[in-house]
């Protein structure tokens, strides 16, 4: 009841698809990272998700059925789709009002969430004298007013101190186990692979990857060893003889992609090369994940 | 169909809404301030000099506060609808409700109901502020066409609330709304209304104020120049559904 499906979902503006037949689930129980880089189109699928846009084609559903007909979508979906979702004359308690007020939600409860999120002492404030933090908090006490079971969060970590990222991956992770679904995107491997239990990696529009973080680790970071030696131009001549090569590292090391240390090593030893060190490695994550999205991202940053 | 009326929970998130921003809440208080201060301001200093002295027609003269109320009414009308389109609060209110006409028609009705309940109470109180200072050549409740006028009023700064309200939704923006409304019933109107007989008395403003004329020329009688503001009003509040109906948010 609490899972989200989008099956062959498009959503084209103009001549550009944003989203282009995507086909994915998301279940509860677990954490999901909704992975991609700036304009893959992750905030549009949550938006389409939500009825907030139309879908050029295609469904997003959460238990068989569309948002739009949900009686108690409140109780249902919490969502946080960007911190500027809020007027900024009113204060952040009678945002929460309104809110609750539209979902038969006790007042109670809107005091409850200003305290979990840690803005109870600014709820009589002005929205527009808060920090880009202050407001992520208070979108993310909107999202649990309802105590709803699915959770789709965007960008929550935006702006939020370090103190506010342990807080809110903590939550994320306590929601989750509590059995709901959790959604949450990022365009930073580093921070969802701290939290994840499950990737979504959209580019351009399009998905590239769904698997679970595990799976995500050990099929996508290659191997490879980093060496020292007396002797790099002869190494390298022996290595690319099999298709190797060798890469400068810092520190005088070198890098080899692709290969293992046990293998490396009888090459070395075959052709009487000096290796003074040598040890196996794996591509960082992050590495995988740029590689992965590095042919679809659109705004790829020049260096 | 009834799956899309408001609700009482929707409704009470739309009061909330209005109450809670500067703004359309100042607005609607200054709907009563503006039409009876001013009404009484202008009769205390003119309204006794001599007979006519605040125009031809002493209905229509006990209204003079009108000009400005219905700009606050304006001023409320456009802000309550205009809130949703500050930042990505739209896409808040839209996840709350769904359901977009049940969302608009909630909005409406708050603002609607709002206006009337504020403009009634202008009305009487302007008739009676008003002509509390005109001495001798006071009107009295109860003289031709005076019930006429009083809940006219109310209803004329209903409509103008609405039809600022609809246009905002078609927009999307208060300021653009309010920089074309507040110069056309000022100015515009105005203007072409002394310049041309035939037309200008079907705009929604000239059409409106009918209701607080005591007699009245032209093709229009005082309830039918405030049906065709009606219609006016109307016709910008659907096109708001239309335009709220259609759009990404
Ligand atoms: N309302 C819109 N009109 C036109 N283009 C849009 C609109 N919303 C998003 N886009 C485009 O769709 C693409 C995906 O955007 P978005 O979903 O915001 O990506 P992400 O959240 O992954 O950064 C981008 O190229 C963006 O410019
Ligand atoms: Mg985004």
Redesign the pocket.
């Known amino acids: 009841m609490n899972s989200i499906e989008i099956r062959e979902l498009t959503k084209a503006?103009?001549a550009?698809r944003?989203?282009d037949g995507l086909t994915f689930d998301v279940l509860p129980g677990r954490v999901t990272g909704f992975l991609?880089?700036?304009?893959?189109?992750?905030?549009?699928?949550m938006?389409l998700l939500l009825g907030l846009?139309r879908p050029t084609s295609g469904t997003a559903t959460l238990g068989g059925r569309s948002y739009l007909d949900l009686p108690d979508p409140l109780h249902r979906v919490g969502a946080l789709l960007d911190a500027q979702s809020a007027h900024g004359g009113r204060t952040a308690r009678d945002h929460l009002r309104f809110l609750a007020a539209a979902g038969s939600i006790p007042v109670r409860r809107v005091d409850e969430v200003l305290e979990q999120a840690g803005i109870a002492s600014v709820a009589k404030r002005r929205i527009k004298s808060f920090s880009l933090g202050m407001r992520q908090r208070l979108g993310i006490a909107a999202a649990l007013l309802g105590d709803p079971g699915v959770l789709l969060l965007?960008?929550p970590t935006n702006g939020l101190d370090p103190e506010g990222i342990i807080w809110i991956r903590e939550l994320m992770r306590r929601l989750a186990a509590e059995g709901r679904t959790v959604l949450v995107?990022s365009?930073l491997m580093s921070e969802t692979s701290a939290l994840a239990d499950h990737l979504i990696v959209?580019g351009n529009?399009r998905l590239l990857a769904d698997t679970s973080m595990a799976d995500f680790i050990d099929a996508r970071s290659t191997r490879r060893v980093r060496l020292r030696t007396s002797d790099p131009g002869r190494l390298r001549s022996a290595l690319a003889r099999d298709g190797f090569e060798l890469a400068a590292a810092e520190e005088g090391r070198w890098t080899v992609e692709g290969i293992q240390a046990e293998q490396l090593g009888k090459l070395a030893a075959r052709e009487g090369i000096p290796v003074l060190e040598l040890a196996d490695e794996r591509a960082s994550l992050e590495q995988a994940y740029l590689d992965l999205t590095a042919d679809h991202a659109?705004f790829t940053a020049t260096r | 169909m009834r799956s899309a009326l408001p609700t009482v929970p929707t409704l009470h998130s739309e009061w909330i809404k209005i109450r809670s921003l500067r703004g359309t809440l100042g607005g609607l208080i200054a709907v009563l301030v503006a039409t009876a201060g001013i009404q009484a301001l202008t009769a205390a200093a003119i309204g006794r000099s001599e007979d006519g002295s605040m125009g031809d027609d002493p209905l229509f003269a006990a209204y003079y506060g009108i000009s400005f109320g219905q700009i606050a009414a304006m001023v409320f009308g456009a802000g309550a609808v205009a809130g949703e389109f500050h930042n990505g609060a739209l896409r808040t209110s839209l996840a709350a409700v769904p359901n977009r006409t049940r969302f608009y028609l909630s909005k409406i009705a708050t603002v609607g109901v709002l206006a009337l309940l504020t403009g009634q109470v202008t009305g009487l109180v302007t008739f009676v502020a008003g002509q509390a200072f005109m001495g001798r050549y006071a009107l009295d409740l109860g003289d031709p066409g005076t019930y006429r006028a009083v809940v006219g009023s109310g209803l004329y700064l209903a409509l103008m609330a609405l039809l600022a309200a609809g246009l905002t939704a078609v927009l999307r923006s208060g300021t653009v709304v309010l920089s074309l409304l507040i110069p056309f019933v000022l100015l515009v109107s105005f203007v072409v209304g002394e310049a041309a007989g035939g037309a200008a008395q079907y705009l929604p403003d000239r059409a409106g104020q009918l209701v607080l004329h005591a007699r009245t020329q032209g093709d229009l009688g005082p309830w039918t120049g405030l049906g065709v503001m009606a219609l006016w009003a109307a016709a910008a509040v659907l096109g708001g559904w239309l335009a709220v109906r259609r759009r990404?948010a």
Do not use: C
């Open positions: 503006y103009g550009h944003a989203v991609g880089p700036n304009g893959a189109g992750k905030s549009t699928t938006r846009d965007d960008e995107s365009h959209l529009g659109q | 990404d």
